[in-house]
């Protein structure tokens, strides 16, 4: 019987966790804290998203109790100030595992990728870059002739210019929508086949 585990330690002031699915329930188990548990039974909710990390693209699983308890799942492990590890590699199966046992003990959970709150964020954020790009082309259009300004105003089209696919590939991933919890998305689970 294949046992799924995930270690994961989310910052500098919380301690290394090791989550475990046992057969009715997520446990884990933190260095110098007490040991936790949440039964399939007991989540109403499994909400799976990916943001921005210093490795790139980090993934988290957030599960809500019936209580309104949360428990987060990340696939970035803290090191160190500015260190972190990609452990995708057991934090996908076991968050995979997971839809699927919160499914069986509970089908009227809900299981929602993306959020909608991070989607409006980044729509503002979308708004107000395409609002800098139009003041920075009309300043530019205005100091055609002063040639200092020029060069600096250009620079900064240019950075505003560069982050626009980025806002915009967020701004495209659409608020949150619902997954199948036998078939979770698997570019939130970061499996090999997203990847390619």
């Not at 991933?173 to 570019?187: E, I, N, Q, V, Y």
Request: hydrophobic letters at 45%; charged letters at 20%; a positive charge.
């Amino acid at each position: 019987m294949t046992e799924w585990a995930h270690s994961v330690r989310n910052g500098i002031v919380s301690g290394e966790r090791t989550y475990r699915l046992a057969q009715d329930a997520l446990c884990w188990t933190e260095t110098g804290r007490s040991d936790g548990r949440l039964a399939y039974a007991d989540a109403r909710l499994m909400q799976l998203i990916s943001y921005a990390s210093p490795i790139g693209r980090a993934l988290q699983c957030k599960v809500t109790s019936t209580a309104g308890d949360k428990v987060l799942l990340r696939s970035a492990h803290y090191l160190s100030l500015g260190a972190f590890e990609d452990r995708t590699d057991s934090y996908g199966p076991l968050v995979r595992e997971l839809a699927k046992r919160i499914h069986k003990a509970n089908p009227g959970a809900a299981f929602v990728a993306g959020s909608t709150g991070l989607w409006l964020v980044w729509l503002v954020v979308g708004l107000l870059w395409v609002g800098a790009i139009a003041l920075l082309a009309a300043a530019l259009f205005e100091t055609v002739f002063d040639a200092p300004l020029l060069g600096s105003f250009a620079v900064a089209l240019g950075v505003c210019a560069l982050c626009l696919p980025l806002i915009w590939r967020e701004i495209r991933s659409g608020g949150s929508k619902r997954f199948d919890p036998l078939a979770p998305p698997d570019r939130l689970l970061g499996s090999a086949a997203a990847q390619s």
